[in-house]
């Protein structure tokens, strides 16, 4: 009977997370929200096909710091969601809160600006799939940096905050 009664909530778990996102955190009592997006902890992480070691492993992500968007959660585990679509479910230590993003693919080298306003001038350019770290995000407008170079970038061109949400 207790694994019919995890199995339906596992299921209504799943099925709210479908909602729209919020705002990452609940200001009045602190709780993260869900759907919100981390980032993987290690360079090796089981993404597994339910909320549980006896559920086999799907595939295994080995990219540190690779921004993922929290989609469920369950108990000690969460079910993410990557930049291309994939889907599983880790342990909730091999996420951190900690917020990076990927360049978007398609259209060649997005440029970085030296503030939030494309008159600026461009200090660096991105290529598609890069990794960075999301510093904050204005309007449509974030800043992010890697390898020792930051800039402004376009909220569009990256995958990693929602449209609106300010950062951080």
């Known amino acids: 009977m207790a694994h019919i009664v995890r199995a339906f909530l596992a ?3 799943v099925l709210l997370g479908t909602r729209a ?3 990452p955190v609940r200001p009045e009592n602190g709780v993260l929200t ?4 981390a980032s993987l902890h290690a360079d090796k992480v089981n993404l597994r096909t339910g909320p549980g070691r006896r559920y086999p492993i799907e595939w295994v992500l080995t990219r540190r710091n690779m921004p993922v968007e929290i989609t469920a959660e369950f108990e000690h585990w969460r079910r993410i969601r990557e930049w291309d679509g994939t889907t599983g479910w880790v342990e909730e ?6 917020r990076f993003a990927i360049i978007e693919k398609g259209g060649g080298d997005r440029p970085l ?5 494309a008159a ?4 660096a350019r991105a290529q598609p799939g890069a990794v960075a770290r999301l510093a904050e995000c204005r309007g449509p407008w974030c800043r992010i940096a890697a390898a020792g170079v930051a800039g402004w970038i376009r ?6 905050a929602y449209s ?4 951080p």
Do not use: K
């Open 11 to 13: 299921l209504l778990i």
């Open 21 to 23: 996102p919020a705002s």
């Open 34 to 37: 869900v759907p919100r997006f």
């Open 93 to 98: 230590h091999m996420v951190d809160d900690q």
């Open 113 to 117: 600006y030296a503030a939030p306003d």
């Open 120 to 123: 600026s001038n461009i200090v």
């Open 155 to 160: 909220r569009q061109d990256i995958w990693g």
């Open 164 to 167: 609106g949400e300010n950062v």
